[in-house]
């Protein structure tokens, strides 16, 4: 859809469009994000994350990053924290001052499995394997092993499967309270188990500021890019036409000199492509 998009601007206007050269801090996009209307947006089509983006109104990548990863079964129950974290973060409050530096970014909530890694480290001194060994052992919940991790983050001591064999010091030998280390574990066992791979997110969202910035300056574009791409699929091609008509966009009729296999734009209006009527044959088509 994009490829399609950014060829038929390129034709269109002459231009040279790349979408490798665009900046990722244009605010009319993350506006565009935010206004209620994500049609046509990776990711955040549904009405549930179209209503949750209108909540946040997204200023940065991170912003969608976390919407993307936080808005799914488990994590859900964290957005209000999220989302009054982003409308005031001066008043989000950290365990431990060594946490902000970790979780300012998603407002003082535990989003993905590389921050669960990073307290680790921070916190308790754990090793990048010693903290990968943790973050696995609360993908599975394991309650033994759990206990054993508990007391490792406390005080120290050397982990299970740790090929290194590296003395972890543990949060209290590096000057935090026995009670606060032991909410903190009690927090990142709450987050953690719902903890979604940063990196991840993060291609996602690559994707979404790419087709809404697609959307922000060449909207009938990306929408008849996305049309041809469902073209075969009745109920998401009168989805998509009637929302081109909602925007004023014309909906020119099938013309057997003037429409092409798929859809296409005509002085600034969308005219039906054949693909598009029901039991036309390719063979007829061409």
């Known amino acids: 859809v994009i490829g399609d998009t950014v060829r038929r601007v390129n034709e269109k206007y002459g231009k040279n ?27 955040l089509e549904s009405g549930g994350m179209t209503k949750f983006m209108n ?6 990548l991170e912003d969608v990053m976390a919407g993307i990863s936080m808005y799914r079964p488990g994590p859900m129950q964290f957005l209000d924290d999220f989302l009054k974290g982003k409308k005031n973060p001066d008043k989000v409050e950290y365990a431990h001052p ?36 943790m973050r696995r052992g609360i993908a599975k ?32 030998a590096n000057g935090m309270e026995e009670s606060v280390a032991n909410h903190l574990f009690e ?10 791979n940063k990196s991840h997110a993060a291609a996602y969202t690559f994707l979404t500021y790419q087709t809404a910035y697609l959307k922000c300056y060449y909207p009938t574009y990306l929408m008849v890019a996305v049309i041809n791409n469902r073209i075969t699929n009745s109920d998401e091609l009168r989805h998509y036409v009637n929302y081109l008509r909602r925007q004023g966009v014309k909906i020119m009729a099938p013309d057997i000199n003037r429409s092409k296999k798929v859809f296409s734009i005509e002085d600034g209006n969308v005219r039906y492509g054949l693909m598009g009527i029901k039991n036309v044959g390719e063979q007829a088509m061409e």
């Open 17 to 43: 469009l790349s979408l490798d050269e665009i900046t990722f801090d244009d605010k009319d996009v993350f506006d565009s994000m935010g206004n209620g209307d994500c049609t046509a947006l990776f990711q």
């Open 55 to 60: 909540q946040l109104q997204p200023s940065c």
């Open 98 to 133: 060594l946490l902000k530096e970790v979780l300012e970014v998603t407002y003082g909530c535990i989003v993905y499995q590389e921050q669960v890694m990073q307290i680790a480290q921070k916190v308790a001194g754990y090793s990048f394997g010693g903290a990968d060994i």
């Open 141 to 172: 919940k394991d309650l033994k092993k759990l206990e054993k991790q508990r007391e490792i983050f406390l005080h120290g001591g050397i982990l299970d499967g740790d090929k290194t064999k590296k003395y972890v010091p543990g949060a209290v």
């Open 187 to 196: 927090q990142i066992l709450k987050f953690a188990s719902y903890a979604f």
